[in-house]
């Protein structure tokens, strides 16, 4: 049925599109690490999201404007009428899209539910050995460095891991707002080049 393939079109766009933010938060559930991809579909997601409503006015226009084909029964050119439930896949599929299109706006409070999770469960910061407690405040260093390609808050979950799993890095704190990240970091045991390094490695670009 044209129809259905147009639902189908339409949501698999929609939700390709919302993989900018979708993903990195889903990654963080399944701990699948980074979702490095984040970028490229957050570059994509106005034309994708674009083809989704075309897929869908397509649909409605099917079901609810196209003139049937005058045939006689049995021949070639009879088709099929839109039945009723290929009119309610349609108003489901226009809802999914919705959900899809606004992700920018909730999937934040999914990723900030996420990560006081992970606050609980395991700590954000790398493990301080027992030599290092005693060392003074003043050796720790702290950076600002400006991330490119975040499109929501939920980009700033895999970089705020990636910082947390790089040596010597003590604090951070990743703002898709202000877009960069803050980092405080032992400069005995990481640098500036590593830290960009660890956030280029989520596919959004240090500078």
């Known amino acids: 049925m044209k129809e259905g393939k147009l639902v189908v079109g339409a949501i698999v766009a929609a939700i390709a599109a919302s993989l900018c933010c979708v993903g990195p938060v889903l990654f963080a559930l399944l701990g699948l690490g980074a979702f ?4 490229l579909f957050a570059a994509a997601r106005p034309y994708l999201l674009a083809g989704a409503l075309l897929l869908l006015a397509v649909g409605f226009y099917c079901a609810y404007f196209r003139k049937e084909t005058s045939c006689a029964p049995g021949e070639a050119c009879a088709t099929k009428p839109v039945n009723r439930i290929g009119r309610a896949g349609l108003w489901i599929a226009s809802i999914a899209v919705l959900a899809f ?3 920018p706006y909730y999937i934040g ?3 900030s539910a996420l990560g006081r999770r ?10 301080v050995a ?3 407690q005693t060392r003074a405040p003043d050796s720790l260093e702290t950076i600002t460095v400006r991330v490119e390609g975040m499109s929501c808050t939920a980009c700033e979950v895999p970089i705020r891991d990636a910082l947390a799993r790089t040596p010597g890095v003590r604090t951070t704190d990743v703002s898709y707002q202000r877009g960069d990240a803050r980092v405080e970091f032992d400069p005995k045991k990481t640098g500036i080049d590593q830290i960009k390094r660890a956030i ?3 596919g959004y670009k240090a500078k």
Do not use: I, K, M, R
């Open 118 to 127: 992970s606050v609980t469960t395991t700590p954000t910061t790398n493990p």
């Open 101 to 103: 299109a606004l992700a």
């Open 36 to 39: 490095s991809a984040a970028s």
């Open 130 to 132: 027992p030599n290092e």
């Open 109 to 111: 409070h999914v990723a």
């Open 200 to 202: 280029d490695s989520t």
